[in-house]
């Protein structure tokens, strides 16, 4: 199928609150699941956000505000299960696991990205204000257009902020110790990480217009230690 149909793709998932986050056609290794019963995809695109222009959408939505659980995981499945009727498609998501879909490994094969020091991949616009909440799984091959050739941030950056303005030490080049940092998000002196986002996320220089506004990052932050 031409680029015509993925350029036709973009255009409705940033109507529905999503960015087009490219795709690649699936080899066997890559994990993708099957469309239906015994149908390999011939090609997989991504949907998520990219900096902050597609939170007003999820915040404007019913899931938002009804005040149920989940609310970005179901407003995620509505929207993307809607563009996956409209081009015939079948789709996959990085919660509701097992089974648990490797969306960074495909994220790295759509966009040519690698992981930052803190283990979120870097983009080079938008630098770790991005996220992937879906895929949509075709039978054809689509073309697609190519991923970018972008030097990788990190191997320039000689101060690597990112893994020195933690308060309490969480992050390492080898390792993040998840139960440290929650605790100290939950307690009174993790006020401004738990209201503004992660410090050391915030202090990397990458994308820096990118970051999320305070209400989306205190929803994320507010899931994060549930």
């Not at 499945?77 to 079948?90: C, H, K, T, Y």
């Not at 283990?119 to 073309?143: K, N, T, V």
């Not at 697609?144 to 020195?164: E, N, Q, V, W």
Request: aromatic share 10%; proline share 8%; glycine share 12%.
């Amino acid at each position: 199928m031409s680029r015509i149909f993925y350029d036709q793709m973009v255009t409705d998932a940033r109507h529905a609150g999503l960015d087009c986050r490219g795709g690649f056609h699936p080899a066997v290794d890559d994990q993708v699941p099957e469309i239906g019963t015994g149908r390999r995809p011939g090609t997989l695109v991504l949907l998520g956000f990219a900096g902050s222009s597609q939170w007003p959408s999820f915040e404007a939505s019913e899931e938002f505000r009804d005040g149920l659980g989940d609310p970005l995981d179901r407003w995620s499945r509505r929207v993307i299960d809607g563009l996956a009727a409209r081009f015939g498609a079948g789709s996959a998501y990085p919660f509701g696991g097992p089974p648990w879909w490797p969306f960074q490994r495909w994220a790295m094969k759509a966009e040519g990205l690698r992981a930052s020091p803190l283990g979120i991949l870097m983009h080079p616009q938008f630098g770790l204000w991005h996220s992937y909440r879906g895929a949509l799984l075709f039978a054809e091959r689509i073309e697609l257009p190519a991923p970018g050739l972008s030097p990788h941030p990190c191997d320039t950056c000689l101060t690597k902020p990112c893994l020195h303005t933690c308060p309490v030490n969480a992050v390492h080049p080898d390792r993040y110790e998840a139960g440290r940092c929650r605790d100290f998000v939950r307690s009174a002196q993790g006020s401004d990480c738990r209201q503004s986002g992660c410090l050391a996320r915030r202090a990397c220089p990458v994308g820096a217009e990118h970051r999320q506004g305070v209400r989306e990052a205190a929803f994320h932050m507010a899931a994060f230690v549930r």
